[in-house]
C-alpha cells in the first residue's frame, strides 16, 4: 500500500537536495562557514588576558624595586613595556592606548619593605577599556597577596586550595567552542533556509508548487529533511575540530547531544522557512535572518555575556530563544558529562519552541496560500 503523504515529502527533500547540489554558494555556506567560524572565533576569542601592556616609574631606584618590577613581569600576566619619569607622561601613554595601566613605585619603598611598613604603590589604570581593568585589577589583587607574604611576612593561618571542576586550566576555547555550535547551525539553518525558499517565491517555482496536490505541512518538511542533514553534516564538521584542533573533552552522551542537536536544527529551519513565507525575496530574508537569527543568538543567549548579569526583560527575552537552552544543553553535555535528566528542562524549553515555530511556519504558509 502506497504512503502517498510520504512519498510527496521524498519527492520534494530530493527536488531540494538537486537544487542544493547545483548551488555552490548552498554548499559553500554548509562547508566552508562552519570551519571559518568554529577555527576563528575558537582560537580568537580568549577571555584569558596575558600580557598587558604596562608602563612604570621607579621613584625608588633600589634593589627591592627592581624586583618588585621584575616578579611583576615575571607573573605573566603584565608585560613591561617602558619606563616613564612623570605621572603626565603615564596619562599621555595611556590615552594613546600604548600602555593599559601605569605602576608607581614611591621613593620610601625600600626603607618601608625593611621596617615592615606597608608600602603605597601607585596604579594607574585606562577605564575606557573595563573589560581589561576589571582584569587588571583582579591579578593586581592576587599579586598584592603574594607580594605582602613575600616583603612584609603577612602570613595567613589557613591556606586556599583553589580547585576548578569541568575545566581545570580554564581555557577560553573549552568554553566558547561548545556555543559555538549553536550559532553556526543557527547561521547555517537559518540562513540557508530562509534564502533558497525565497528564492523560489522570486523565481515563481513555489507557485507551480503550490498547483500540486501536494499539502503545506509536506512542502515544509520535505524542505526542512535536505537542510536538517546539512546542519548535522556541519554539526559533525564542528566536533571534528573541536576535538583535534581545540582538545576539548566530550564527557557526556553522544546520542543525547545528537537527539537536541537535531530538535534544535529542527526549530531553526522552521525559522528559516517563516521568514522566507514573510519575505519572499532573498534580500530581505538575509537581513531578517541576520535579525532575527544571527544577533540574538550572538549576544542574548549567554554564549559570550551571561545571561544572569542582563536586566530582567532581557532576561525574559532569552528564554524564547532556542539558542539559549541549545547553549545550555551543549556545553553541559560537553564539559560536565550530564545525561538527559540533568537536562530535561532546558530540553523541554527546546521542544516547545521548536513545535511552535513549526506551528507559526505552517501557519502562515497555509495563510499565504489563502491571500494568493
Not at 46 to 61: E, L, N
Not at 215 to 235: H, N, R, S, T, V
Request: charged share 15%.
Amino acid at each position: 500500500m502506497r504512503n502517498e503523504p510520504i512519498e510527496r515529502i521524498i519527492s520534494i527533500a530530493q527536488k531540494e537536495k538537486f537544487h542544493i547540489l547545483r548551488d555552490p554558494y548552498a554548499l559553500a555556506i554548509a562547508i566552508v562557514v562552519p570551519l571559518f567560524i568554529v577555527l576563528v572565533f575558537g582560537f580568537v576569542i580568549d577571555f584569558d588576558v596575558k600580557d598587558i601592556p604596562i608602563a612604570f616609574q621607579d621613584q625608588s631606584q633600589s634593589t627591592q624595586s627592581r624586583d618588585f618590577l621584575q616578579k611583576l613581569e615575571n607573573s605573566g600576566y603584565f608585560k613591561i613595556k617602558e619606563k616613564l619619569y612623570s605621572t603626565e607622561d603615564a596619562f599621555k601613554e595611556i590615552e594613546n592606548g600604548n600602555v593599559k595601566a601605569f605602576v608607581q613605585i614611591p621613593p620610601d619603598f625600600e626603607k618601608d619593605i625593611i621596617s615592615k611598613k606597608p608600602s603605597q604603590v601607585q596604579v594607574l589604570l585606562d577605564g575606557a577599556d573595563n573589560s581589561t581593568a576589571g582584569v587588571i585589577m583582579g591579578y593586581l589583587a592576587k599579586f598584592r597577596s603574594f607580594v605582602n607574604v613575600d616583603y612584609f611576612g603577612v602570613k595567613q593561618n589557613f591556606q586556599v586550595n583553589e580547585q576548578f571542576y569541568y575545566n581545570p586550566q580554564l581555557l577560553s576555547s573549552w568554553f566558547v567552542v561548545p556555543g559555538l555550535t549553536a550559532i553556526i547551525l543557527a547561521l547555517i539553518s537559518i540562513l540557508l533556509t530562509a534564502l533558497t525558499v525565497a528564492k523560489e517565491w522570486e523565481n515563481g517555482s513555489m507557485e507551480l508548487l503550490l498547483s500540486t496536490p501536494v499539502k503545506p505541512i509536506e512542502i515544509i518538511l520535505g524542505k526542512m529533511i535536505p537542510y536538517l542533514f546539512i546542519g548535522i553534516m556541519a554539526l559533525v564538521l564542528v566536533l571534528i575540530v573541536s576535538f583535534m584542533v581545540f582538545e576539548i573533552p566530550f564527557s557526556g552522551s553522544l546520542i543525547t547531544f545528537v537527539i537536541t542537536s537535531i530538535v534544535f536544527l529542527v526549530s531553526c529551519l522552521a525559522q528559516g522557512i517563516l521568514i522566507s513565507i514573510l519575505a519572499k525575496n532573498q534580500q530581505l530574508a538575509m537581513q531578517i535572518s541576520m535579525i532575527t537569527g544571527l544577533l540574538p543568538s550572538l549576544l542574548l543567549s549567554g554564549f559570550i555575556f551571561p545571561i544572569e548579569n542582563m536586566p530582567t526583560f532581557f532576561q525574559m527575552l532569552t528564554s524564547i530563544l532556542p539558542a539559549r537552552w541549545y547553549i545550555l544543553i551543549s556545553r553541559s553535555i560537553f564539559l560536565k558529562g550530564a545525561d538527559i535528566s540533568n537536562i530535561i528542562a532546558p530540553s523541554i524549553a527546546l521542544i516547545i519552541l521548536s513545535s511552535v515555530l513549526v506551528l507559526l511556519a505552517l501557519k502562515n504558509f497555509k495563510s499565504n496560500l489563502e491571500n494568493s
